[in-house]
Structures are given as structure tokens and as C-alpha cells.
Nanobody
Framework: VQLVESGGGLVQYGGSLTLSCEVSSGVSLDYYAIGWFRQVPGKEREGVSSITNADGGTGDATDYTDSVKGRFTISRDHAKNTVYLRMGNLKPEDTAVYLC????????????????????WGQGTQVTVSS
């Protein structure tokens, strides 16, 4: 499974960016949980958001870390095999390398933010928010 992130860049305080995580063809998003993480030098990798199938298999189940709730939105396009992270009202503390990760099963709300739960990782895309 290959994951390729894109969409990072430099943005001013309060601005917006949309990150994309393209998942290799032949991999169905229906069978994977996809997470977005961010990494700052000297700090632990932080779970930002995740998306997977909802209980019962209909619709999406999404989760967010508290610091981005109301500002970030995760979504997925099955036809494009891509997961998006729309980031709004960006703050300098959002500056990080953002990585997407995948695991071939659903993750519960107690596990989605744990990097050790994921099997596959992209290379990351840099997001820098200027004050």
C-alpha cells in the first residue's frame, strides 16, 4: 500500500489549506482506516484525525483531536481513492509535517490516534503557518 500526501505549503494565520492523501490503486478505502498525523521535531507524532467506516458499514466514522475540532474536516473520495484533510482557521501551532497512514481494518475511538496501530505511512507534507 502506498500513500502520497500533497497540498502542504506556507499559509498565514487564519488561512486554510486542504491536504490530500492518495492511496494506491487496488486498495479499497472501504477496508481501511486512514489517519492524519503531524510531526514536529522533538515531539511525539500526534494523531490529528481519522476516517473509517461507521458501525454497520454505512457512512463514515470520523475522529479529531481536541485542538482541531471545528477547524479541520476529514473526508474521503472513493472514486479517487483519496482522503482529504481540510484545515481552516490555521494557527502557528498547526505548523508540522503532516502524514497520512493506513491500516486494513476499522479502529475504535481508543486507538485511532495511536501511530503504532497503523501499518502504512506516507512521506509527509510540510505545513507552515506564519503569525
Amino acid at each position: 500500500v502506498q500513500l502520497v500526501e500533497s497540498g502542504g505549503g506556507l499559509v498565514q494565520y487564519g488561512g486554510s489549506l486542504t491536504l490530500s492523501c492518495e492511496v494506491s490503486s487496488g486498495v479499497s478505502l472501504d477496508y481501511y482506516a486512514i489517519g492524519w498525523f503531524r510531526q514536529v521535531p522533538g515531539k511525539e507524532r500526534e494523531g490529528v484525525s481519522s476516517i473509517t467506516n461507521a458501525d454497520g458499514g454505512t457512512g463514515d466514522a470520523t475522529d479529531y483531536t481536541d485542538s482541531v475540532k471545528g477547524r479541520f474536516t476529514i473526508s474521503r473520495d472513493h472514486a479517487k481513492n483519496t482522503v482529504y484533510l481540510r484545515m481552516g482557521n490555521l494557527k502557528p501551532e498547526d505548523t508540522a509535517v503532516y502524514l497520512c497512514a493506513a491500516v486494513p481494518h476499522r479502529l475504535g475511538r481508543q486507538k485511532w490516534y495511536d501511530p503504532a496501530e497503523y501499518d502504512f505511512w506516507g512521506q509527509g507534507t510540510q505545513v507552515t503557518v506564519s503569525s
